[in-house]
């Protein structure tokens, strides 16, 4: 057989296991067909490298078996690098409908044999099948390269300087191609090395979080069904909806929720005129505004959005409603949630009418209500939301010193007077505009058959654990946020304390049951009302992936990863709300390994930083 052909044969050969993959990844996963040239380009550029490394050691080494050796080590050890990445790949798709990134793999790296054993494969399965896989390659590349390695006739057959140059040319080429996809990776066309090495060009970013395209066009698939097969309840009348949302407001700061200080003077009263009923807090499934937001309207968590998703409002809108968002902050720039929000009957936020007024200032609210018409009987959601408990929102109001006339400022935990009071103040603020907000829509006869939801998108950080705002962490204090019902009219009350447990994606749920509206079938929140079934909550905030375990109301554990660093954190919440121990030794290894496979959908893409 003459060189060409055996050339021919080892190119023939080497693409065979990148066509499978491409085959499964396209095919059963859904990739994009786009991302079949760029990742050949890339296996082209791995088996010319390699072809000129034999040709380098053809070159040099004399002997026939110590180059036959070294060129099947170095087939061997990169045909195996392309069997794990692949495997990885294509369990990455399967089971979180993503590649895996480069940072989950140096992540859990280290942890590969506890993963490995979460998955139930033991550790002599884990190093034994590798290995012999590796011997079985290194031993075909040795028989193949003892029959058809065309390198030694090469080099026998050019001019002496020839083989020089070809490696000269040949190298600089690849060096090229390798530059050219680290500077212009094809991660938009869901090549997959670009997605691993660089997932970030490969989603939408979402202030301090990602959105996977690929990922979510298979999510958008699933919801786009879910559109066709929803059905709308009988036309007819309906309970008016006000959802208030305020902006980084923690449960433990209000009065209404036990807190010392009377940060909430009318939602107090409210509950004890018998109209209030609230849940034990609630977790956010971020600290920032935009996922906080899309994850309460779309019903799911972080690792699960899509560009499509059917949300609360477009539901409402289905079943008759109209919808009205008045925000206070500039969603539209800082958010980016304009356009998530679909098709609105009005909306308005702070950059609607910042020449008017500061864009956090909540009066913009109040003075966009002031504006509305009577309630003309045709059924309503308004989704408000309020800047006052927010550091933005605060600055446009000094606090007096007499807010809280009598009571001592500070917290028992040691942190700042100044940080503690100023926060404190906000809240009250917050609930004053709640205050003027209901009394505004009852006047205009909103609240005739109403029901209205408390609620916020984040909490925030006061210095607990050293750390302030609230975009840094997956801590308690960043997560735990209030969710409240009021109700207008002779409907009853929805009883939504029964559930000892809720997250953020679980109040969509809830308000459609307390309006008797079916959920649409692609949520992942359950109604309050009947109580969660769901064992598992998840968050996520830059590099930090956690989830909440509350199968056990009695006994609710929190877990988290550092997906940089690979430090992990566990906390018995029930003993330790603080989260001032790390419990990690106490948790029994079978119940660590299923959280470490269950936070995986969530850290196999690095987030990054974020704000607001």
């Keep these: 057989m003459n060189i060409a052909r055996r050339i021919a044969l080892d190119a023939g050969l080497w693409f065979l296991l990148p066509a499978a993959f491409l085959a499964v990844y396209v095919l059963r996963d859904g990739a994009p067909a786009a991302a079949v040239l760029p990742h050949l380009r890339l296996v082209l550029v791995a088996f010319a490298a390699l072809a000129l490394f ?44 993503r590649v895996v990134s480069w940072e989950l793999i140096r992540s859990y790296a280290p942890q590969a044999l506890q993963l490995a054993d979460a998955l139930g494969m033991g550790a002599a399965l884990v190093v034994g099948v590798p290995l012999a896989c590796y011997v079985v390659l290194l031993s075909a590349a040795w028989l193949y390269l003892r029959r058809f390695d065309w ?44 997605l691993t090495f660089f997932p970030m060009e490969g989603s939408w970013r979402l202030h301090g979080h990602a959105i996977d395209r690929l990922s979510a066009a298979r999510q958008d698939a699933r919801e786009d069904e879910a559109r066709v097969a929803y059905v709308a309840a009988p036309a007819g009348g309906g309970r008016n909806l006000v959802l208030i949302v305020v902006d980084a407001l923690r449960a433990d700061h209000m009065g209404v929720y036990g807190y010392a200080r009377d940060t909430t ?38 690792h699960q959005f899509s560009a499509r998703p059917i949300l609360l409002h477009e539901v409402l809108r289905r079943q008759g409603y109209r919808v009205h968002m008045v925000l206070s902050g500039d969603h539209a720039s800082f958010y980016g949630l304009r356009e998530a929000y679909g098709e609105l009957d009005s909306y308005y936020d702070g950059q609607s009418a910042k020449a008017r007024r500061y864009m956090n200032d909540d009066q913009l609210v109040l003075d966009r209500l002031a504006d509305f018409p009577d309630w003309n009987g045709t059924p309503v959601m308004l989704q408000l939301h309020l800047m ?113 447990f809720a997250a953020q994606v679980d109040i969509a749920p809830t308000l459609l049951a307390a309006l008797g509206f079916a959920r649409p079938s692609t949520w992942v929140g359950e109604p309050m009302q009947q109580g969660i079934s769901r064992p598992l909550s998840f968050c996520q905030q830059q590099d930090y992936v956690g989830l909440y375990d509350h199968r056990d109301p009695a006994e609710v554990w929190k877990y988290w990863i550092n997906t940089r660093t690979g430090e992990e954190s566990v906390f018995d919440l029930q003993r330790d709300p603080r989260e001032r121990k790390n419990a990690i030794a106490a948790v029994p290894p079978a119940r660590l390994r299923e959280w470490r496979v269950s936070v995986l959908p969530g850290a196999s893409l690095h987030t990054g930083s974020g704000s607001f």
């Excluded at 180059?67 to 087939?75: K, Q, Y």
């Excluded at 690849?174 to 680290?182: S, W």
């Excluded at 446009?396 to 404190?424: H, M, N, Q, W």
């Design 54 to 97: 034999r040709l380098l050691a053809a070159r040099l080494i004399s002997h026939a078996a110590a180059r036959r050796a070294a060129g099947a080590i170095a087939v061997s050890a990169v045909l195996a690098l392309m069997l794990a990445y692949y495997a990885l790949v294509l369990v990455g798709m399967e089971a979180w409908g």
């Design 388 to 500: 006052s408990a927010h550091i933005l929102g605060r600055g446009a109001k000094p606090r007096p010193p007499d807010a809280f006339p009598g009571e001592p400022g500070g917290d028992a935990a040691g942190l700042s007077r100044t940080v503690i009071d100023g926060y404190d103040y906000g809240v009250l603020r917050a609930d004053a505009v709640i205050g003027e907000i209901l009394a505004l829509l009852q006047a205009k006869g909103y609240l005739r058959d109403a029901m209205v939801a408390v609620t916020a998108d984040h909490g925030e950080a006061l210095g607990e654990h050293g750390l302030y705002n609230h975009t840094n962490s997956v801590r308690e204090e960043v997560l735990r946020i209030p969710f409240m019902l009021i109700s207008y009219g002779a409907a009853p009350r929805p009883p939504i304390e029964r559930a000892a």
């Design 265 to 302: 003077p009318a939602l107090s009263r409210l509950e004890r005129d018998g109209r209030l009923r609230k849940a034990a807090a609630v977790r956010s499934s971020c600290a920032s505004s935009t996922c906080g937001l899309l994850s309460l309207s779309s019903s799911k968590f972080v």
């Design 151 to 194: 390198t030694p006739a090469f080099v026998q057959r050019t001019p002496r300087l020839a083989v020089p140059a070809v490696l000269i040319i040949g190298a600089t080429l690849c060096v090229d191609q390798l530059l050219a996809f680290t500077w212009n990776a094809p991660a938009a066309q869901a090549e997959p090395l670009s």
